[in-house]
């Protein structure tokens, strides 16, 4: 089994089944290892007296074996070799309380023991494990010599008695005594064995009660104490009394259950205050939704009801400007009288525009068109007011700009804005430069001027409605005292920039001038009207789009 399937096997597994296996591993490895170390020694020791038995016992058996083979020869008295290889036989299958005895003769030892007949040969005997599995288990092997006693019978030929040596030491035979293993080592092992698995089984016993009792039980409380929690019994408490960290463990679940069941009144408590503020917040909203109807209702009616006698004051005043009989003095009074209407006329089409660019009822004329030519005509209408204060104007734009696919009135009054403004806070003797260029499928177009320049903080504020920068404010600059407006002009570029899918920004420097840049889309798709502003409904703008839609259409039949 690999790691990871290990690793998924007890990932996957309880808790309980976890501990179990880990300290049956761990038991088994310390009581098998043990058990083994043990076993090792004591049979080690065991194998050292079972030698040592073995050798006094082959040496014993051996002298025993030699007195019962003279014994048999001396009994029955062979006369003939067919008789003395019976009795050699005779001795080669007795066996002695399970001990397998024989003599073996010269030639036979030469050709079963030549693998250790030399070591035999100079130590005289030798004991090893049976070469051969059988019922036995070790091998006894001793060198028979002959003594001077045994010269007395076999060094004769005529007694026909084997083997015939001729004096003392000389080898007359090898005895083969062989044993089976010792029972006390095969009972030692059987117990060792024993005791190992009964000692394994009393632990994997007594971790399972352990494990059980000690440790998953309290979990198991525990885990059906969250599942009724979570099912909305936040009365429920969980009691453990061991004495221990699971005890523990239970002061701390319950002390985090009554912090959580404080902190959900509390929060209860504040979604009863939001819910009761989200209601007022709802009824200023609404009561703001009225208010800026009615202001839009306003501004449609009254700019409607402005312009018509302001219309008819223009009329009046180009009347009378073509009378022969009035001084100069009075025609310079009804120039006045002209231009303050002019001006009238301009404020009350700029707050129209921004009603009706708020509504979302400004819609998009869009056709191509040379941007060339639209320049020539901003730079025409604006270059009178550019001389008078000796003003350098002009404009520049990239060879290669296709023709654009735009609204054009509504960018001639982007850029006449623009312009416009720049002319107006730019001193005598400046410059005010057009740039337009072509990156890939957007227009830039730059206005740049020489003009006394807006301070850092105000320059996002100038975009918003009704909003000048300091330096127009201030009392002591001469564009405060020269230069008047309401504060629409930029607020009215952005939000067309906005309707052209473009934007507006400024970089600019406080005694030396201003730069704004537009960007737009070359080619503008056909979509669908301008959505309202978010401080209108999507309800009650329409009818304000229809008064201001209507008042632009009877100003300019009028103005025209």
């Not at 734009?397 to 009135?409: I, K, T, V, Y």
């Not at 009054?413 to 003797?429: C, H, M, R, Y």
Request: negative net charge; charged residues 25%.
């Amino acid at each position: 089994m690999s790691y990871q399937t290990l690793k998924r096997v007890l990932g996957e597994s309880s808790l309980e089944r976890k501990c179990r296996f880990a300290f049956g591993i761990a038991m088994l490895v310390l009581i098998g290892g043990s058990f083994y170390i043990y076993g090792s020694f004591t049979e080690n020791q065991y194998k050292d007296e079972i030698r040592n038995q073995n050798l006094f016992t082959g040496r014993h058996l051996t002298s025993s074996l030699l007195a019962k083979a003279h014994w048999k020869g001396l009994e029955t008295e062979p006369t003939s070799h067919e008789e003395i290889e019976d009795i050699w036989q005779d001795l080669n299958r007795e066996e002695i309380k399970g001990i397998g005895t024989k003599l073996v003769d010269l030639d036979t030892a030469q050709r079963d023991y030549q693998e250790v007949i030399d070591q035999l040969l100079e130590e005289g005997e030798h004991l090893q494990p049976t070469p051969s599995s059988g019922r036995y288990d070790y091998q006894y092997l001793q060198v028979v010599r002959a003594t001077e006693v045994c010269l007395g019978c076999h060094a004769y030929k005529a007694l026909d008695v084997k083997p015939v040596v001729q004096e003392a030491g000389a080898l007359m035979a090898v005895a083969d005594i062989r044993f089976p293993e010792q029972s006390m080592l095969s009972f030692s092992r059987a117990i060792l064995i024993s005791s190992a698995i009964f000692t394994f089984s009393l632990a994997m016993l007594l971790a399972y009660f352990i494990v059980r009792y000690v440790i998953v039980k309290p979990l198991k409380h525990l885990k059906d104490v969250s599942d009724e929690i979570s099912k909305g019994n936040l009365n429920l408490r969980s009691d453990i009394n061991t004495g221990d960290e699971f005890e523990e463990l239970s002061h701390a679940f319950n002390r985090m259950l009554r912090s959580l069941v404080h902190m959900q009144q509390q929060l209860r408590r504040v979604n009863e205050d939001l819910d009761a503020k989200v209601d007022q917040l709802a009824q200023a909203n609404m009561a703001l939704f009225e208010m800026n109807r009615l202001k839009g209702d306003f501004l449609a009616t009254v700019s409607h009801e402005l312009r018509t006698p302001l219309n008819s004051i223009l009329g009046f005043s180009e009347v009378l400007d073509t009378s022969e009989k009035l001084s100069n003095k009075q025609h310079h009074w009804i120039h006045n009288i002209q231009n303050s209407g002019k001006m009238l006329l301009a404020l009350i089409n700029d707050i129209l525009d921004l009603a009706k660019i708020e509504s979302g009822k400004m819609d998009l004329r869009i056709e191509e068109f040379s941007l060339s030519d639209l320049l020539e005509g901003v730079v025409s209408m604006v270059r009178p007011l550019a001389e008078k204060k000796n003003i350098d104007l002009d404009y520049r734009m990239d060879a290669a700009l296709p023709l654009l696919r735009q609204d054009a009135p509504k960018m001639k009054q982007i850029v006449d804005n623009l312009v416009s403004n720049a002319v107006k806070f730019t001193p005598e003797g400046g410059r005010v430069q057009i740039e337009a260029e072509h990156d890939k499928d957007q227009l830039l177009l730059r206005v740049s001027d020489t003009g006394i320049g807006i301070v850092e903080s105000d320059q996002e504020l100038i975009f918003e409605k009704f909003r000048q920068g300091s330096a127009v404010r201030s009392e002591d600059d001469w564009a405060a005292r020269e230069v008047s407006g309401t504060g629409l002009g930029l607020s009215i570029v952005k939000e067309l920039c906005r309707l052209l899918e473009g934007e507006v920004s400024v970089r600019s420097e406080l005694g030396k001038g201003s730069v704004f840049t537009v960007r737009l889309p070359v080619y503008l798709n056909e979509k669908p009207a301008m959505e309202p502003d978010p401080g209108l409904s999507n309800k009650e703008p329409e009818r304000v789009g229809k008064s201001s839609s209507a008042f632009l259409e009877t100003t300019a039949v009028q103005y025209d």
